[in-house]
């Protein structure tokens, strides 16, 4: 900067030679430096973006593609409990259990058992095992199954031990050769249970090859079809520690498992349950990608996406600043050469233009009064400040746009969860969630000791205060939103509560037009409700019900460890008590003052406003060493 400024002081020096060219060796530099610097510092800038946009959203859509695995898995086993109880099947398999493997009884039994597997196979249309296997629990030999050529094999897993069920399980399996040789497969087992049978069977549902392709075919998020063509931008896979990938090929529906040398993505995978890491494929494409355990399973679920889709934008975005900066600098060196000392006057005010555009001052403009070469070329810079302002600004609001909800639910949860207090988790937690939402009205309901009434423990507003100092509660089960949450651990919506035969009406919240209640539980236990009012009708979406539970969740936890929190304290101060007065008692010689101490800190720990301790005579003790220590109270 130094260097210009000398330059730019060197043009009132008389000189030899052409003014324009010299002009332009001058200015040319002080154009050009400005604008190489801002383009480079905007594309560094844009990658960080960009970067930081393509991790929260593979983040994002991990966490719906674990819900949407959990949910297939939750389905397979809800079918296969409810098919274990079919009355049909448990007479059957009792006849397979109790009859003579290869008696026409048997066979018979078999053909019956057969028939109602591949009825459990489908539902509404949709397959949901590959293949059903009926499976004595002792030896593992298979006593019938949808594939007629494993019946009387032996089911190696269980055989060998290698997996053992003792209630309704889903695990993964690799390289079992009878049912899926080199690749995954998906086990459901539940063992059954029948009086009179002579041993325990097991139930398998088994998924490979089609079934998984299916699934993981369903979660190409960042693919895009075109006709029957599939344009690949990101990849959804497994991983199987500690080395083993399973993906889905292109152009094929049958999953594949791959044994990978080691990389920073399989490494942080091996070390931690959840993370990004960046890395290059064996083809070296640079690659980003989100993991997560998904424990239900025995699987890492990961999403990847090629780092050059990532800054295809912001590649434009360079290029474009290129173009333009080669335009600048034509432009500059041929006006430079044609003007006047007249004109040098106007050289500073496109100096300040470029030093401020360096410093990302994107308001500032070049007059344009003139109407020579110098308005032209003050019209152009001021064009081109426009451009940058504009792809920059695009760039900000598209990734503020998208993060903007997520920032929300996460900072009210961070707040809420970091606060030990209940009284402050609670206060903070109804505001905040009024302020950062807008909500007309926010409050908290906890269940009472014997869970028949909510009571409320928070509200927004001075309306909240008035129902709070008038006891407010609602009785669960009860005519209201509250009552009808917390009986039912689900969330409901009123979008106009004159319609809503649930809704209670709160003469302190004449203008409530819209509710929705989401219980507070934990671990299924319901602990109360959250409420959320609006003064507009068809206020809630479902996108509101879900960050709304999920931030009750959050809630839930908070305020089980505040609970806990307060219990330890309650739970360290009495012992602490205990053991002073311990010390104290200790040194006392007198009859009468242990009395008086222990006494004391009965009071103190009991909180009875009189204890009465009696000594017993020595003839007496055998008589009451059995009874309890007589504490009276008035």
Do not use: C
């Amino acid at each position: 900067m130094i260097q210009i400024q000398e330059r730019l002081r060197s043009i009132q020096n008389p000189f030899r030679g052409s003014m324009g060219r010299r002009l332009a060796l001058i200015i040319l530099p002080v154009v050009i430096i400005p604008l190489i610097l801002q383009g480079g510092a905007s594309y560094i800038r844009s990658r960080d973006i960009l970067v930081s946009q393509a991790t929260e959203q593979l983040q994002s859509a991990l966490q719906s593609e674990s819900q949407t695995v959990q949910e297939w898995v939750t389905a397979r086993e809800e079918r296969l409990l409810l098919g274990s109880q079919r009355a049909a099947l448990r007479s059957t398999m009792l006849s397979l259990l109790n009859t003579r493997m290869g008696s026409q009884t048997f066979q018979y039994a078999q053909d019956n058992i057969r028939t109602i597997l591949i009825d459990l196979q489908e539902q509404d249309g949709q397959q949901l095992y590959s293949d059903l296997i009926v499976v004595k629990a002792s030896d593992g030999s298979i006593l019938t199954a949808t594939d007629q050529d494993w019946e009387e094999e032996i089911f190696t897993p269980i055989a060998e031990g290698s997996l053992q069920v003792s209630e309704l399980t889903t695990t993964t399996l690799y390289d079992v050769p009878m049912i899926a040789p080199g690749n995954l497969a998906v086990v459901t087992v539940i063992p059954v249970s029948i009086p009179m049978a002579t041993e325990e069977a097991l139930l398998i549902g088994l998924n490979t090859d089609l079934n998984l392709g299916i699934l993981l075919e369903s979660m190409q998020i960042f693919s895009q079809r075109v006709g029957v063509f599939l344009i690949e931008r990101g990849e959804t896979f497994f991983i199987m520690q500690p080395d083993i990938v399973i993906r889905l090929p292109r152009y094929s529906m049958e999953p594949e498992a791959i044994q990978e040398e080691t990389s920073p993505l399989l490494e942080s995978a091996a070390t931690n349950s959840s993370g990004t890491a960046q890395y290059s494929n064996p083809e070296g494409e640079p690659m980003l990608a989100s993991f997560t355990d998904i424990e239900e399973i025995g699987l890492t679920l990961t999403i990847e996406l090629s780092q050059t889709d990532v800054f295809e934008q912001v590649n434009t975005l360079g290029t474009f600043s290129a173009i333009v900066a080669v335009a600048a600098a034509i432009l500059v060196a041929i006006l430079i050469t044609v003007v006047t000392n007249r004109l040098l006057a106007p050289l500073s005010d496109l100096t300040e233009f470029a030093e401020r555009i360096s410093r990302g001052d994107w308001q500032y403009r070049v007059p344009e009064e003139r109407d020579d070469e110098i308005g032209i070329l003050a019209s152009a810079f001021n064009r081109m400040a426009d451009d940058l302002r504009g792809v920059y600004q695009s760039l900000e609001d598209r990734v503020q746009e998208r993060t903007q909800q997520i920032q929300i639910a996460s900072q009210v949860a961070r707040a809420v969860t970091a606060t030990p207090s209940l009284d402050d988790l609670l206060f903070k937690a109804v505001n905040m969630i009024r302020d950062q939402f807008g909500y007309y009205y926010v409050s908290i309901f906890l269940l009472d000791e014997r869970h028949e009434n909510a009571e409320l423990a928070e509200a927004t507003g001075e309306v909240g205060k008035a129902l709070i100092a008038r006891r407010h509660r609602l009785k669960v089960g009860g005519q209201s939103m509250i009552g009808w949450v917390t009986q039912n651990n689900q969330p409901r919506v009123a979008s106009e509560v004159s319609q809503d035969p649930v809704h209670f009406r709160n003469e302190f919240l004449p203008d409530t037009r819209a509710e929705l209640a989401v219980p507070l539980q934990v671990g299924g236990l319901v602990l109360g409700a959250l409420d959320v009012q609006s003064d507009q009708p068809e206020t809630f979406t479902p996108q509101d019900v879900e960050v709304l539970q999920t931030l009750a969740d959050q809630l839930s936890a908070a305020i089980q460890n505040a609970r806990l929190a307060q219990t330890s304290v309650a739970a360290a101060e009495r012992s602490r008590a205990i053991s002073q007065a311990t010390r104290e008692l200790s040194g006392m010689l007198e009859i009468e003052q242990v009395l008086d101490k222990a006494a004391s800190v009965l009071h103190d720990a009991l909180g009875r406003p009189e204890i009465q301790v009696e000594l017993v005579q020595p003839q007496e003790y055998e008589e009451q060493a059995t009874r309890p220590v007589d504490l009276s109270s008035s």
